[in-house]
């Protein structure tokens, strides 16, 4: 597209994580300067430069200057100019310098995973140390919650919503309706039949809108209800809570109920 690896620059949240979480001990796609450098710096292949022996002779290191890990690159860096914030860990510019190191027939490694402190010292990062354990346990309990979170999950849910347009009517009997939107999801594998009652409302009659009476929430899908219910007329303005029971008609699942409130004309 048109912004291109500006995206991963200014957009893409990677990076700002990566330089938080960042270390001397963190392993990233790194260069090793001090064998790929020299005492003299980098130096293209030349009639005298072919070996190694011929560069380290002359002062330089085995970096060629052949510039394919910049060209590999999605983002255009340089990795031999040390870590950037436009580096996204893809690992291109060590397969494109291992693939020269190999036709040359000299050890791979030059752009490799490693850490500053590696390179530094040529020592190999910790992998016990505090950050990694906390890193650690704090993956753990987010993967322990996630995989909680799915065994434990209601096998059916649903939700109600009171339609407002108009909230309260009165009706020629002298009883009170009000109407209510019902969604229903069935996260089972086979269709759900379902019952519906009323609790908490005993002088309360429910009617589902529609020709179709019958709840029946297909496999791993949901449903919409419109129902309505009326009572006697109380108190103007007053409001009383109920809750909708919805039961299923294989017996498999528990009732499930969800609180509401019916309310009176002002």
Sequence with gaps: GFVRE???????????????MFDK???VPTYDYTRGEGENGRAHLGRELK???????????????????VQVCPTGIDIRNGLQIGCINCGLCIDACDE?????????????YASELEIETKQKPHIFKPKSIGYGIAILVVTALLVYGIFTQAKMDFSVAQ??????????????????EIKINN????????DISLNDLPK??????GSNKEIVVPTDGYTTLLVRVKQPMTTRGAQQTFKFVLSDKDGELPPTSMSTTFNMPR
């Design 25 to 27: 001990e963190t392993l």
């Design 51 to 69: 070996t190694r022996e011929d560069r380290t002779t002359k002062g330089h290191g085995d970096c060629i200057d052949c510039g394919l890990c």
């Design 163 to 180: 339609v407002r347009s108009p909230l309260a009517v009165m009706m020629s009997d002298g009883r009170v309706q009000n109407s209510y």
């Design 204 to 209: 309360g009659e429910l009617e589902i809108a």
């Design 187 to 194: 996260k089972l594998i086979r269709p759900l039949r379902l």
């Design 100 to 112: 020269i190191m190999d036709k040359q027939g000299w050890p791979r490694g030059l752009v490799r």
């Design 6 to 20: 500006q995206v991963c620059f200014y957009m893409c949240p990677y990076a700002r994580f990566q330089a938080v």
